[in-house]
């Protein structure tokens, strides 16, 4: 059942996450998705705490010149952070053993930022989460990489699959922001939208 949400807007998703899309829609909202590639390269001047939300922005941006006058836009861009370095989406196998090594016993944090986009402004925020990891050993992490595949998630890992069943020692901050929407706070924000 959809929750009347009184938007004077036409929701769009620019995301092909399927978790960002289960979000949106356990929330409640009506949306639809729009996809589009861009570079997602950060620039070096950027400080790793700020640039989930500068490409949250650039991400939204891309689709300023194709919305329509009462289109709102979501778009949203999720990092992982261990010791001020960004761990981004592992390439190869043993791109992912090494990060999920390095989080195993320690604690990082996950930043989603999010921008809303209409014909009129762009806001966006970000959200911080630490995540502690128990102690994992190769074997875990060998059978969590095999049987997820993990290479379309920051930091080598999905907190809602098994390796975050297992291995999560504590959580300070929003769950939801570690899937990859602050769902809380978009809700939050909306709702200032609202007629």
């Not at 994992?136 to 095999?146: A, P, Q």
């Not at 999560?168 to 939050?188: D, E, H, S, W």
Request: overall charge negative.
């Amino acid at each position: 059942m959809k929750f009347n949400f009184d938007l004077p807007y036409k929701v769009v998703l620019g995301s092909k996450s399927p978790r960002r899309k289960d979000l949106l829609t356990q929330m409640g909202l009506d949306f639809e998705i729009r996809i589009k590639e861009i570079n997602e390269e950060i620039p070096e001047h950027i400080n790793a705490y700020k640039a989930s939300e500068y490409l949250a922005r650039l991400k939204g941006s891309a689709y300023k010149d194709s919305l329509k006058e009462n289109e709102l836009i979501i778009t949203a861009d999720t990092l992982v952070i261990l010791e001020e370095k960004i761990l981004g989406k592992p390439e190869n196998k043993k791109e992912a053993m090494d990060m999920l090594m390095s989080l195993s016993d320690n604690k990082h944090e996950v930043i989603t930022g999010v921008s809303l986009l209409c014909d009129t402004f762009q806001y966006s925020f970000s959200e911080s989460t630490e995540v502690d990891f128990f102690n994992l050993s190769r074997n875990e992490i060998e059978h969590y990489i095999e049987a997820f595949t993990p290479f379309d998630k920051a930091g080598s890992y999905g907190i809602q699959e098994w390796i975050g069943l297992i291995g999560t020692a504590g959580i300070k901050g929003c769950f939801y922001n570690v899937i990859g929407l602050p769902v809380p706070r978009l809700y939050q924000e909306l709702k200032k939208l609202s007629i």
